[in-house]
């Protein structure tokens, strides 16, 4: 099947408002007779949810958490951007579109991107009169921060808290909406397989993860918004639920799964401290505002900091590497995150890293405590301030601005971080590829549609900071329900959708048949055990660097390792009760078969984009030298695999990517 | 160093079971785990042996989805402050130490298995009122047209960042949940957005918490303190302001 992006025709300001002005719409009596299934309850499934239920079409929302108000959206700490120029520093539409596609390494959708940085002003407004209470100045206005990988501050937040706030917003709207019944919620459901009926998505074969029960739920339209993929690597910023599931099944059913291997390796966060380890804890982004990153310039000062014979407090400031101020003097400390990620592996590597694993690199805001605290005591009137005070003041503007981040990294660590610098190493966090989707949002199934982090398309190769947040929203209060539309207003004579009729049936069947050969297969390892090997496979061969040797032998280890999985795991507990075993296990079998194709992707990706660096692919020479090197001639498009079988026979189809109203350009942040 | 451990665990086979204590213990358990991972560890331990798993919620492990509870030496969220059971530490305690765990326990909280329990009377408070009913349209006044004042968007933020977890309830002696709804009511109360369902929202919230089964308030104050996210007893205060002024 070729790929149709579905961009409509003319100049690209014009293409949203032209397009919505065009597609068909369905009137508000029919939307009434109307079934739509969201699965996933995070910004972009629960702003989906609402709007939908809202413009009148029956919702069907599904989460496994036990509310909608839990999906891993609330963790996002920093921020939303949106293109409201309120700080008069030359923001504008085009600017945020620019940002984000040359962030994403030239490497997506031009069309899709300028969309989102069109809508993005419209989300601000939407919170704001939800009641999301944002951070505000003493006016009384919006105020706003900066993020990696642009140079203006178009970024909102409520504290370090702002998924939470967003998640909240769409969370209430969602609460109105099951208030009246126009959303049926289905808490603690998981979604174990698509049902196509004359090859379009007619609805979903859940489970019911407290009583153990498989359901039947029909629709006109099923909606994928299930989040990212990331806890592949076992280790990882992502929720401990969080998983590819409902992606991979409509993977195995017709989806085309696009550029699994871009996957974004966060810079900020707190490194492993022991076999134990289950998940990872981001330290947000806009730490990187006021926190220096350095490691010590002395080989011998690294070995005694990791030795515990030197604090990091000890060195002096030339005894210190300020390694992104160095190598990158135009964005400093905000380089986007792919390159800070490579920057501090390259450093550790060379044996500069500061923890006792020697991969570690310090996050510093003595300065900024420094220069707030003369700042508060001029604001005080203080012309002449002690040291003390300074400190003081400036601790109390550090607080207000990250207080809970700091709190949560003492607690973690067991260390102050007012006092002495924060240990960080870059670890698994948001996933760009995913689901190949059209211009409607909607994935090679008809009537399957994707948003938010499921689906491949605003990214490119690196996702900016606050960035996720935006397009999470914007999929969901304003690009789905108008495309959705479109597709449904074929659909408004059709009536109720039966779950009785056999593929409803076959799909239900295949899925019993894998619950029960899960509880009664009787290995000999747990779940867990599988799930860190591949973990360690993922982080050590399909990492922060790859090359094609290492990539090759990945695809052959994960390989073995599903097949040792399907021989020998083992799932206490029976199928018709709460069994966390066995939900975990039907998604390890998930990432087991995506692991291989992302080292396969990964591997015919010949090219350094974005947070996909291969060691083959880098500058040899000029100002550029060590920096991922893109090649546009041979690369400049959209992996989109389609499902075969064995992930290592999927077929690759080629969307090649257009760039007509911006310059492809090497990325440079120097 | 590492620290030897005595657990006894609630266990509860499904909500009609009467449940009892059990004991386990767990040895070379690392001061830098987290609690939830310690109790990995013994599950790990339990299925190896040939055992079920104790089943107990958890998520996000960095303290902000709310979904991880558990009464630990009879304490919510157990004996650190500020914080959820996921970012509790094992530092905090001790080699040789016996630990209590139980499920948050109130009666419109029922247990579902082990210590996982039913917070879904939490969403059905909101479905009455947790919201400002405003559609989703694209033309929306623009955000700054409307100045909030610092301190009053400050607060409003202070009562938003509530999780949802019910420590308050487990903890309450009268298995209140006045902190939780107070928080929402004042979230809304403090900014102009809110003011237009005010009274229908503090009525129709109050009537579906009593109808939950969830206790009044007697002013001990324990919440405030067991709450991971230092939510303020003043949100109480303050909805009882509120419901009294939407019924005078």
Redesign the interface.
């Known amino acids: 099947m070729a790929l149709d992006s579905k961009v409509p025709q003319g100049p690209i300001a014009d293409k949203w408002t032209n397009y919505k002005n065009h597609i068909d719409l369905v009137n508000p009596a029919n939307k009434r007779n109307i079934d739509v299934i969201v699965v996933g309850t995070g910004l972009a499934g629960g702003s989906a949810a609402a709007t939908l239920a809202e413009l009148g079409y029956n919702v069907k929302a599904f989460a496994y958490q036990d509310s909608p108000r839990r999906a891993h959206s609330i963790a996002a700490q920093g921020g939303i951007n949106a293109a409201k120029n309120y700080q008069g520093d030359g923001d504008s539409t085009y600017r945020l579109f620019y940002d984000t596609v040359k962030g994403g390494d030239y490497r997506a959708r031009e069309a899709n991107v300028y969309r989102l940085a069109e809508v993005s002003a419209n989300i601000i407004d939407q919170c704001v009169a939800q009641g999301v209470p944002f951070a505000r100045d003493y006016g009384g206005l919006l105020d706003n921060r900066s993020f990696g990988g642009v140079l203006v501050s178009r970024t909102f937040y409520a504290k370090g808290q702002t998924g939470q706030q967003l998640l909240l917003g769409a969370y209430s709207a969602m609460n109105r909406q099951i208030g009246r019944g126009k959303i049926q919620m289905y808490n603690r459901h998981e979604m174990m397989d698509v049902v196509l009926v004359d090859g379009k998505a007619r609805g979903i074969i859940t489970r019911n993860l407290v009583t153990g029960e498989v359901e039947r739920h029909s629709a006109h339209a099923v909606v994928i918004a299930s989040g990212g993929y990331g806890n592949v690597f076992f280790l990882s910023t992502n929720a401990m639920g969080s998983n590819v599931s409902a992606s991979w099944k409509i993977h195995k059913k017709g989806a085309y799964f696009a550029n699994p291997c871009y996957t974004q390796i966060h810079p900020t966060c707190i490194p492993v401290s022991g076999d134990h380890q289950s998940k990872l804890t981001l330290m947000s982004e806009s730490l990187r505002n006021d926190g220096r990153i350095w490691v010590p310039a002395k080989l011998e000062d690294a070995q005694a900091i990791r030795e515990g014979k030197k604090k990091p407090t000890d060195l002096s400031e030339d005894e210190r590497d300020y390694y992104l101020e160095r190598r990158y003097p135009a964005f400093g400390n905000l380089v986007p995150r792919d390159v800070a990620s490579r920057a501090a592996k390259e450093r550790c590597d060379a044996g500069f890293g500061v923890n006792a694993t020697g991969e570690a690199v310090y996050l510093d805001f003595a300065d900024a405590i420094k220069r707030y605290g003369r700042e508060q005591a001029l604001i005080h009137g203080d012309h002449n301030p002690s040291a003390e005070k300074i400190d003081k003041l400036g601790k109390e503007v550090v607080k207000a601005k990250y207080g809970n981040l700091f709190q949560m990294y003492d607690k973690i660590v067991d260390e102050n971080p007012y006092e002495t610098p924060m240990m960080i190493y870059p670890a698994v966090h948001y996933t760009m590829g995913g689901t190949w989707v059209d211009y409607n949002l909607m994935t090679t199934i008809p009537g399957c549609y994707c948003i938010g982090e499921a689906n491949f398309s605003d990214h490119g190769a690196n996702r900016l900071g606050a960035s996720a947040l935006m397009q999470g929203l914007a999929d969901g209060y304003f690009v789905l329900p108008y495309t959705i539309g479109d597709y449904l207003s074929d659909d408004i004579r059709t009536g109720k959708i039966p779950t009785d009729l056999p593929e409803f049936e076959e799909a239900e069947k295949s899925v019993k048949e894998q619950i029960n050969f899960f509880v009664n297969n009787n290995g000999t390892k747990s779940v867990d055990h599988f799930h860190k090997r591949l973990g360690k496979i993922m982080w050590n061969k399909v990492g922060m660097a790859r090359n094609a040797q290492g990539l090759t032998e990945a695809m052959a280890e994960i390989k073995a390792l599903r097949e040792e999985f399907w021989k020998d795991v083992k799932v206490p507990g029976s199928a018709d009760t709460y069994n966390e075993e066995l939900a975990k296990a039907g998604r390890v079998a998930d990432f087991l078969e995506l692991g291989e194709l992302f080292a396969k992707d990964a591997l015919v990706r010949e090219e350094s984009c974005g947070g996909h660096f291969r060691e083959e692919s880098a500058e040899t020479e000029g100002p550029q030298k060590g920096e991922a090197k893109r090649d546009d001639v041979n690369f400049a498009f959209v992996s989109a695999w389609e499902y075969t079988g064995e992930p290592a026979d999927a077929i690759l189809h080629k969307e090649q990517l257009e760039f007509n109203d911006i310059e492809l350009k090497t990325r440079s942040y120097k | 160093m590492d620290m030897n451990l005595k657990l006894k665990i609630w266990r509860q ?2 909500a009609n079971d009467q449940g009892k204590m059990v004991d386990y213990s767990l040895s070379d358990v ?1 001061p ?3 609690f ?3 109790l ?2 013994l599950n ?1 331990q339990i ?2 042996e ?4 104790i ?1 107990f ?11 991880c509870s558990l009464y630990i030496n009879g304490e919510a969220h157990g004996p ?1 402050r ?2 959820t059971t996921c ?1 509790l ?1 094992m ?1 905090k305690f001790k080699d040789g130490d016996t630990i209590y765990i139980e499920p948050f326990r109130a009666k419109a909280f029922p247990v ?2 082990d210590l ?1 329990v ?3 009377a ?2 059905r408070i ?3 009122g ?7 349209s ?7 047209s ?5 301190h009053a ?2 607060e ?2 202070d009562a ?2 509530c ?2 977890c019910g420590a308050c309830v487990a903890t309450c002696k009268n298995s209140s949940a006045m902190l939780f709804v107070g928080a929402k009511v004042s ?2 109360a403090l ?1 102009p ?2 003011q237009v369902e005010a009274a229908d929202r503090v009525r129709n919230m109050v009537a579906q918490m009593d109808a939950e089964g969830f206790g009044n308030c007697t002013n001990t104050g324990a919440c405030e303190v067991e709450c991971p996210k230092g939510i303020s007893l003043d949100n109480i205060a303050r909805m009882n302001r509120e419901f009294f002024k939407a019924n005078i």
Not at chain 2, 50 to 53: A, D, H, I, R
Not at chain 2, 57 to 67: P, V, W
Not at chain 2, 138 to 144: E, I, K, P, S, V
């Open positions: 086979n499904g690392s830098d785990m987290s939830l991972e310690m990995d560890v790990e299925i190896n040939g055992g079920e798993p089943a919620d958890h998520d996000c492990r960095e303290g902000i989805c709310g979904m650190d500020g914080i970012q530490h530092r579902i298995k996982v039913d917070r879904t939490f969403d909101q479905h009455q947790g919201f400002i009913s405003v559609n989703t694209g033309n929306t006044q623009d955000a700054n409307l100045p909030i004042s610092k968007a400050d409003a933020m938003a960042t999780i949802g979230q809304y900014l957005q809110g």
